[in-house]
């Protein structure tokens, strides 16, 4: 079985450009989420996806920010324009459920913003 | 919201010693506590978890305690070996109704042959 799939895994572009990530779920998750890791500091909840549906973007830092799960399948995380603090690696995770557990994480997009 | 602090950020060991990650966690509510596994260059990957409602999980050559009054779990790994190398996140989860994971800052652990 295929696991989270991410891409690009390393994404360096100047401030003011747009990056657009993706992210391929295990097939059946119904649960999408994003997080993002800025160098030695926590894995910081971004958001969160049921199918298509926002169910939390709690954690998105601000309107530049916007992500999308068209068709509840993979979903994209798009800066626009970004930010030099915007740098860090991006994790996406799957899960089957809500309750059941263990989330099913992607390598990793890492993005630097020079 | 939930708050999850890692302690120590960076842990040295030799072969065969023990490493013991700690966290503590603010919402009482948390209910489900799980620990991550980082190898260099690879995705995070569940290694153990732990609900509220036991003390301790072992699993081989690696545990996890919770001691809810305290609201502190701890992470042991016994006997380490070079291949255990890695950075180890603790998450909290299950406050407030919220089933999504709260992550700590992440332990660096290094072992030396």
């Known amino acids: 079985e295929a696991g989270v799939t991410q891409f690009p895994s390393h994404s360096v572009i100047e401030k003011g450009q747009t990056v657009t990530l993706r992210c391929d779920p295990i097939s059946g998750h119904d649960n999408l989420y994003w997080y993002r890791r800025v160098m030695g500091k926590e894995i910081k909840f971004l958001l969160h996806f049921v199918k298509e549906s926002k169910q939390d973007e709690s954690g998105m830092p601000n309107n530049r920010f916007l992500a999308e799960r068209t068709g509840g399948t993979y979903s994209t995380l798009k800066v626009q324009p970004a930010e030099l603090e915007d740098s860090g690696v991006y994790f996406c995770?799957?899960?089957?459920?809500?309750?059941?557990?263990?989330?099913?994480f992607g390598e990793g997009s890492r993005l630097t913003v020079l | 919201g939930e708050n999850v602090e890692q302690h120590p950020s960076t842990l040295s060991v030799q072969e065969g010693d023990s490493a013991v990650i700690k966290c503590t966690y603010s919402?009482?509510?948390?209910?489900?506590f799980p620990w991550y596994k980082q190898e260099l260059g690879k995705r995070p990957q569940l290694i153990i978890d732990i609900r509220s409602n036991v003390g301790e999980k072992k699993d081989q050559r690696i545990a996890v305690t919770l001691n809810k009054t305290a609201k502190h779990f701890s992470l042991h790994i016994t006997e380490t070996q070079p291949e255990d190398s890695a950075v180890y996140f603790c998450?909290?989860?299950?406050?407030?109704?919220?089933?999504?994971?709260?992550f700590g800052r992440g332990t660096s652990l290094i072992v030396h042959p």
């Open positions: 919402d009482s509510a948390s209910n489900y």
């Open positions: 995770a799957s899960s089957p459920g809500l309750n059941t557990g263990e989330l099913f």
């Open positions: 998450a909290a989860s299950g406050g407030g109704g919220s089933y999504i994971p709260t």
